[in-house]
């Protein structure tokens, strides 16, 4: 229900940064909780982090908080993720997803997703 795009990643050596962005088709972006999720070869998706509607609360995955940061534009229809102190583990594809509906926070589930971004991280 909600059209995104991800964009930002490349191959950076371990300890760099990149930046992703996320842009979102949809006139009702302001109403969707947003979140990123990643996936390497072989595994399964995981959660990175994710941000409120309003952008006044963040929750972030053990392995990447004090690293990542989410953070969106609602009058770009945009969200962000900040990533800091790359490491090698974080090499996966990575996947922006919206959710409507506000039953709970942070969402169990995604309704809408992008099509990936490659983060590769080298030693």
């Known amino acids: 229900q909600v059209h995104l795009v991800e964009s930002g990643g490349g191959l950076v050596q371990a300890g760099g940064s990149l930046r992703l962005s996320c842009a979102a088709s949809?006139?009702?972006?302001?109403?969707?909780?947003m979140g990123w999720f990643r996936q390497a070869p072989g595994k399964e998706r995981e959660f990175v982090a994710a941000?409120?509607?309003?952008?006044?609360?963040?929750y972030y995955a053990d392995s990447v908080n004090g690293r990542f940061t989410v953070s969106r534009d609602n009058a770009k229809n945009t969200v962000y993720l900040q990533m800091n102190y790359l490491k090698p583990e974080d090499t996966a594809l990575y996947y922006c997803?919206?959710?409507?509906?506000?039953?709970?926070?942070?969402?169990?589930?995604?309704?809408?997703w992008g099509q990936g971004t490659q983060v590769t991280v080298s030693l």
């Open positions: 941000i409120r509607r309003s952008g006044d609360r963040t």
């Open positions: 949809e006139r009702l972006f302001s109403l969707c909780d």
């Open positions: 997803a919206a959710e409507l509906s506000l039953r709970q926070w942070p969402p169990s589930e995604f309704t809408s």
